[in-house]
């Protein structure tokens, strides 16, 4: 089991910048895959950015060039620095991670930290 604590969110004017943690405990060492998600009202949950243990990442095109996702294994905490953000970034933001157990992949999401936008 892993449990994801997302913090940073917040109500940020347009064009201003966010730092999202989330911090991971239990079986952290089985974490492969982490990534953060967002779902804005009325919307599916869409995938915002991702990285693998070995530090490969992945971005929306929505987020490219403005976000930027990284992780701290020492600290078990995953980040998503937001910059540039505009109002159609207002979502809640979720964290995410997979990981494997004998071959077996487990997926654990937080609980989700609301950002807002105003423009």
């Known amino acids: 089991q892993v449990q994801l604590v997302e913090s940073g969110g917040g109500l940020v004017q347009a064009g201003g910048s966010l730092r999202l943690s989330c911090a991971a405990s239990?079986?952290?060492?089985?974490?492969?895959?982490m990534g953060w998600h967002r779902q804005a009202p009325g919307k599916q949950r869409e995938l915002v950015a991702s990285?693998?243990?070995?530090?490969?990442?992945n971005y929306a095109d929505s987020v490219k060039g403005r976000c930027t996702i990284s992780r701290d294994n020492a600290k078990n905490t995953l980040y998503l620095q937001m910059n540039s953000l505009k109002p159609e970034d207002t979502a809640v933001y979720y964290c995410n991670a997979a990981t494997t157990n004998w071959g077996r992949v487990s997926t654990y999401w937080g609980q989700g930290t609301q950002v807002a936008v105003s423009s």
């Open positions: 239990g079986s952290v060492f089985r974490i492969n895959a």
């Open positions: 990285i693998t243990s070995g530090g490969s990442t």
